[in-house]
């Protein structure tokens, strides 16, 4: 291993062009999109920062110019990927989302729309603790579109977890699949043949859409048993939702 890092180190030009390997390989990710991909070219970036430092060995052999060379080179990558991160920082917030922009809502089918939570604490009990007879799923709008909270209606059940995954209807596209299970989450248990409620305490989001851009989506509640048993899809009801303006 010694001999490898000498050997990469001792022939300065190596690292530098490792390093620009690296800038077109996190150049390509942001081209192509695919997740899998950018997480290894993300990874292979931060690799090719930290060899770039190379320059202090560099320094220490009293090779001056090679040094001064790799390390302007990786005091110039940071300065402009810093700059780039803001500039696409500002790019996204004035650029609309257009996902929703052409999904048209079914007519066909019956569509909910969520009850206005607003910037209250809390709802009207006239809402919240309203006479439920039987399993019920209510979803709320909090202070922004694309930002929701619910409440779930159910009798006996034991110990465990619900939560939430959505789909858009036309297409049966998922929505928000990496945060919407554990944003969502709520425990529960009840012994009792009584129905009780259950909700969120913090809003969750869904990323995909834009304000303004209504369209019909699937909300279905799930169950994962704490003793292990298989998960379990409890209800399922339609909404007509916003996406959360990014």
Same mark, same amino acid.
């Given at each position: 291993?010694?001999?490898?890092?000498?050997?990469?180190?001792?022939?300065?030009?190596?690292?530098?062009?490792?390093?620009?390997?690296?800038?077109?390989?996190? #150049?390509?990710?942001?081209?192509?999109?695919?997740? &899998? /991909? #950018?997480?290894?070219?993300?990874?292979?970036?931060?690799?090719?920062?930290?060899?770039?430092? %190379? %320059?202090?060995?560099?320094?220490?052999?009293?090779?001056?110019?090679? =040094?001064?060379? %790799?390390? =302007?080179?990786?005091? #110039? *990558?940071?300065?402009?990927?810093?700059?780039?991160?803001?500039?696409?920082?500002?790019?996204?917030?004035? *650029?609309?989302?257009?996902?929703?922009?052409?999904?048209?809502?079914?007519?066909?089918?019956?569509?909910?729309?969520?009850?206005?939570? #607003?910037?209250?604490?809390?709802?009207?009990?006239?809402?919240?603790?309203?006479?439920?007879?039987?399993?019920?799923?209510?979803? +709320?709008?909090?202070?922004?579109?694309?930002?929701?909270? /619910?409440?779930?209606?159910?009798?006996?059940?034991?110990?465990?977890?619900?939560?939430?995954?959505? /789909?858009?209807?036309?297409?049966? +596209?998922?929505?928000? *699949?990496?945060?919407?299970?554990?944003? %969502?989450?709520?425990?529960? +248990?009840?012994? &009792?043949?009584?129905?009780?409620?259950?909700?969120? &305490?913090?809003?969750?989001?869904?990323? @995909?859409?834009?304000?303004?851009?209504? +369209?019909?989506?699937? /909300?279905?509640?799930?169950?994962?048993?704490?003793?292990?048993?298989?998960?379990?899809?409890?209800?399922?009801?339609?909404?007509?939702? @916003?996406?959360?303006?990014?």
């Amino acid at each position: 291993m010694k001999k490898f890092f000498k050997f990469c180190f001792e022939k300065w030009w190596l690292p530098i062009i490792f390093w620009f390997v690296c800038c077109l390989t996190y #150049g390509l990710s942001e081209i192509l999109k695919t997740r &899998t /991909f #950018g997480n290894l070219a993300f990874i292979l970036f931060g690799l090719g920062l930290v060899i770039l430092v %190379s %320059s202090i060995y560099l320094f220490s052999r009293k090779k001056w110019w090679t =040094g001064l060379l %790799s390390f =302007g080179i990786f005091c #110039g *990558t940071i300065v402009v990927f810093m700059f780039y991160a803001i500039a696409m920082f500002f790019v996204e917030q004035e *650029t609309p989302d257009e996902w929703a922009k052409n999904l048209k809502i079914p007519t066909n089918i019956q569509l909910d729309s969520p009850i206005e939570f #607003g910037f209250n604490a809390h709802l009207p009990e006239s809402i919240t603790n309203r006479p439920i007879k039987q399993k019920d799923f209510q979803l +709320y709008n909090s202070f922004q579109p694309g930002l929701y909270e /619910f409440d779930f209606w159910t009798n006996k059940i034991e110990r465990g977890t619900i939560y939430l995954k959505a /789909f858009e209807i036309t297409q049966e +596209y998922a929505l928000s *699949t990496d945060r919407l299970p554990e944003s %969502s989450s709520v425990k529960v +248990y009840n012994p &009792t043949d009584s129905i009780k409620k259950f909700g969120t &305490t913090a809003h969750f989001t869904i990323y @995909e859409g834009d304000w303004g851009q209504p +369209y019909a989506a699937r /909300f279905e509640v799930w169950f994962k048993p704490d003793n292990g048993e298989q998960e379990r899809k409890l209800f399922n009801k339609n909404y007509k939702i @916003e996406g959360w303006m990014r």
